[in-house]
């Protein structure tokens, strides 16, 4: 099964930069892309961000600008960049795995695990002071 952990969080104060990590570890690759959302307090959860197995690159309107997505394929880790941080962009941010049917690996077919409610990260809380 597909295991993501994120880690970068913490308290900035709002103009400040933090860098979250997602890495990903079993049957990586299966994932076709990475995608951040995040939820704040009494909100729906958000997509933010996303990158895919090319490195093409998606951002939401409010982040545009401010927030920069890089990848280490060696440590399968995706790296979301939030510069310019704002209180609104408090909330506990998780990354997601989008995941293919199945993969060619070493020459042969891989059949990709499925998850029902997708495969998900723990979450990691970014919390921006005035």
């Known amino acids: 099964q597909i295991r993501l952990v994120e880690s970068g969080g913490g308290l900035v104060q709002a103009g400040g930069s933090l860098r979250l990590s997602c890495a990903a570890s079993?049957?990586?690759?299966?994932?076709?892309?990475i995608d951040w959302y995040r939820q704040a307090p009494g909100k729906e959860r958000e997509l933010v961000a996303g990158?895919?197995?090319?490195?093409?690159?998606y951002f939401e309107d409010s982040v545009k600008g401010r927030f920069t997505l890089s990848r280490d394929k060696n440590k399968d880790t995706v790296y979301l960049q939030m510069n310019d941080l704002n209180r609104e962009d408090t909330a506990i941010y998780y990354c997601?795995?989008?995941?293919?049917?199945?993969?060619?690996?070493?020459?042969?077919?891989?059949?990709?695990?499925?998850?029902?409610?997708?495969?998900w990260g723990q979450g990691t809380q970014v919390t921006v002071s005035s």
């Open positions: 997601k795995a989008e995941v293919v049917e199945s993969a060619t690996y070493g020459g042969r077919y891989y059949p990709c695990p499925t998850a029902v409610f997708g495969f």
């Open positions: 079993m049957d990586t690759v299966c994932i076709s892309a």
């Open positions: 990158m895919t197995s090319d490195d093409r690159t």
